[in-house]
């Protein structure tokens, strides 16, 4: 046994390696054969129109008569002190554009609703009791076009809102949080002329304005814009299957699938051999002051053998008895034997390259 035919087997690894890759490339190919030689059974569809919309929600504070403030009202996105608010003057303003002209109804409404809830030991805001005001009536339009426009303001009475909330709490008890939501819901419905309605939008803005305390701020809770493709679904397309390409490639992939079992089985096979050549070439290399080759078998049926589970303890053996260890190759990189002789006693120890369970199978 010798260095070069540890080389050669691991040589021979490497090329299995590349092949296997190989291999799983050509499969992977065929996969895809299979995959383009089918086509169709798509669901089909044609595009009938696109819109957009964008909204717009701004309000203004105004304030009581006071000696602190200088203007009358206050903008947006500040802190507002509660027992200076007058009334809050609420724009609402919606836009929406179609790429195509529409047969058309739309509807809006705008309306407070005055709600106290409460919040559980989970953090959970549980809505205890609520109330809607009207505070611009539902209003019905129809057309014909590609522009829809909703531009709307409405002024809204704080202190009404805030007094129907501190009565509710006076009277239950209850220590709840309190605030007032401006609502503007726009519902539009519609398509195409002599065309189904395919449309059909709804949109929200709303402002939360909190009640029953010193000072707040108000937040607006809405989609600033948006939009949607109209299609028409013509149904399902035809399934076309090209029968050369499928057979061509279902072909390939079971003889790639059983080339895959072979080298993956040859490759294992030689990887255990690998590491069993590795192993015997150490062994003879750190130990080659104590072993001698030979050339033929020894007869055993003379000797009581001794079968030793480990090399290091055969060295033992050998350190005690002083006598050399004989080696003898068995199968060629499958199995050698290491024996030492003493009076009527073999001790043996055998390496074989099925012994690397590790790489079992």
Known sequence: MNQKRGSKIILKQWVQVFLLIIILIVMAGSIWAIAKSISGGKDQKEELYKYSYNSNLSYRVFLKN?????????????????????????????????????????????????????????????????????????????????????????????????????????????????????????????????????????NTMTLLIPLVKPTIEIKPDYVNNGGKTIYKELGTEDIHVNIPLLVLGVALLLFMVYMLKKMGSSLITTTKKSEYVMTLNKILKEYADVIAKAENVPNLTEYDVIHIKDFTDLVDIEEELHSPIIYNEIREDLECWFMIFHDKTAYKYILRYEDFARLRR
């Open 66 to 202: 006071n000696n602190f403030f200088t203007t009358s009202t206050l903008g947006m996105n500040k802190q507002y002190i509660a027992s200076l608010i007058d009334h809050i003057e609420v724009n609402a303003k919606y836009n929406f554009q179609s790429s195509k002209d529409l047969e058309y109804t739309y509807s809006y409404n705008m309306v407070a609703t005055a709600k106290g809830t409460y919040s559980e030991s989970e953090g959970k805001a549980v809505e205890v009791w609520s109330k809607s005001y009207p505070i611009l009536p539902s209003e019905t339009k129809s057309g014909t076009g590609k522009t829809i426009t909703v531009d709307k303001t409405a002024n809204i009475d704080y202190n009404t809102y805030n007094q129907v909330m501190v009565d509710f709490r006076n009277q239950f008890g209850l220590s709840v949080d309190a605030s007032v939501d401006i609502a503007l819901k726009i519902n539009i419905t519609g398509g195409l002329k002599g065309e189904d309605k395919t449309l059909q939008e709804t």
